[in-house]
């Protein structure tokens, strides 16, 4: 294979296929779109897993990449996926809203795994390339690399938050784990706060030395490379959310929806994968509470919630379906009628034109995380509102309301102050509305996901010195 002077690695490909002998597709998704330029400019390779267990896949070309499969056997997946990094460091790094399992065995799958990426990236890229690890399933793998090849440029993102140093300190493997990370030249997080969680562990564990977003590392030799661990708040696609909403089949298919639900005056919408850190019961306890003190009637007021099937083979999640599902049953059954439903529960994944459709039908959109390293779900709402109407409604804890002071703000912990908001969001006035809106699409469109990785690549290509693909 030709080797690549840029290289993206992440724990899945950008691809999907439903079956051995079906055509692979394009995941939807903001990065993939994103580093699509890049990838073309670079000559780039994907490294990562196709998404089923035991298959093993020589590399292939996709519109204009490299993609290079790794492969997890049916034991990696339990013990590396659905172990160590959905069971030990998601709930973990999402402040302990569920409680993290600390087992050596998953953490020996995930030394393995996360070399095997290592591996296979080194093999993929040339001389001097520029390596982008992605996300907390890869921890190890920036230090790995250097070590395999200290001529890479190698950069790391953490998509989800960095906790803080007295939860962190839990993981009975945090050195191993900083030290992964500080193997990169640009470590890349979500928020402001997240950078300095991780700056304060470093300081904390490693004792090194942190100075504004500079970290002095010790290079193996004797002496010393700096690394930056630096905010870059990701984002979206905007334009093609744009042209979608603007699209007069997608504004009928919108009004259709109203009407399917027996047009109420409101529609109330959640979309989030079916993750504890949502907060979704939190939603369903204020809309619940809200129908029982009769300040919406079901008459009037419809909750669309879509929860997305995921991580279905492990325990809290499990859990989870089951805590939701006789949430919604119990609300529906105290309150529909035979022309109306409280709350319209999809357990099932959309395509992105229905997912518009559904944003421009919304007149409230509810984001109630608990943790969050961003939230796209909300940016994806405000860009759909071409027609600056539509409330968001956008937890403190998830990383864009870091970037999205115009939504109403809630603590999702504080029921009284859910509902509060949701009535006002409800009552809403039209110009107060646009006004809120154009603002929060102002942001979102100025700061799209081309931005987000061009402003790292940026900052990696310091590293890199002249000739940088980047430049
Ligand atoms: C989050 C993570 C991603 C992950 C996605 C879906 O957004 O930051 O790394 O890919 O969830 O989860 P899954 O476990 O299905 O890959």
Redesign the pocket.
């Known amino acids: 294979m030709t080797k690549a002077d840029f290289v993206v690695v992440?724990?899945?490909l950008p691809v999907d296929r439903s079956g051995d002998d079906e055509p692979w597709r394009r995941s939807p998704g903001g990065l993939v779109t994103a580093l699509e330029p890049v990838m073309r400019k670079a000559d780039g390779a994907w490294v990562g897993w196709a998404g089923q267990p035991d298959v093993e896949l020589e590399p292939f070309e996709f519109e204009g990449s490299h993609l290079v499969p790794v492969m997890l056997t049916a034991d990696d997946i339990e013990n590396y996926?659905e172990g160590f990094?959905?069971d030990t460091i998601w709930p973990l790094y999402h402040d302990v809203i569920a409680a993290p399992r600390y087992r050596r065995q998953w953490w020996d799958a995930y030394v393995r795994v996360n070399r095997r990426f290592a591996e296979a990236a080194a093999e993929a890229a040339d001389e001097n390339a520029i390596v982008w690890v992605?996300?907390?399933?890869l921890q190890l793998v920036p230090r790995m690399l250097r070590e395999a090849r200290p001529d890479l440029t190698i950069g790391y993102f953490h998509?989800?938050p960095f906790p803080a140093y007295g939860l962190y300190s839990q993981l009975p493997w945090r050195r191993q784990v900083l030290e992964g990370l500080l193997g990169a030249d640009v470590i890349g997080f979500q928020r402001v706060a997240d950078a300095g969680n991780f700056a304060r562990a470093v300081r904390r564990q490693l004792r090194y030395e942190t100075k504004a977003s500079g970290i002095t590392v010790p290079d193996g030799q004797g002496g010393t490379r700096r690394a930056l661990a630096k905010a870059f708040p990701i984002s979206i696609d905007a334009d093609s959310y744009i042209e979608l909403a603007q699209r007069p089949e997608i504004q009928a298919r919108a009004v259709e929806i109203r009407e399917s639900l027996g047009n109420p005056k409101k529609i109330l919408l959640g979309v989030d994968?079916l993750?504890y850190t949502k907060g979704i019961r939190h939603r369903l306890k204020a809309f619940g509470e809200l129908l029982e003190d009769g300040r919406v009637s079901v008459d009037d007021v419809t909750l669309v919630q879509v929860a997305s099937p995921?991580?279905e083979r492990v325990e809290a999640y499990v859990q989870l379906r089951d805590e939701i599902e006789l949430a919604v049953g119990r609300v529906n059954g105290d309150y529909d009628t035979m022309g109306h439903t409280a709350i319209r529960y999809l357990h099932q994944a959309y395509p992105r034109e229905e997912m518009v459709a559904l944003y421009l039908a919304a007149d409230v959109m509810l984001v109630t995380a608990l943790r969050d390293?961003m939230n796209?779900v909300a940016k994806e709402y405000v860009a759909s509102r071409v027609d600056n109407r539509g409330v968001l409604v956008l937890s403190e804890f998830a990383g864009a309301a870091d970037e999205l002071g115009s939504a109403i703000h809630i603590n999702p912990h504080d029921i009284g102050g859910l509902k509060d908001a949701i009535m006002r969001a409800i009552d809403m006035p039209a110009a107060e509305q646009g006004r809120r809106m154009r603002a929060l699409r102002r942001r979102v469109r100025e700061h799209d996901v081309e931005d987000w990785s061009r402003e790292f690549l940026e900052a990696l290509a310091v590293f890199h010195g002249p000739g940088s693909v980047v430049e």
């Open positions: 992440a724990n899945r996926y990094s959905n992605q996300d907390y399933q998509h989800i994968r993750d995921s991580r390293g796209l």
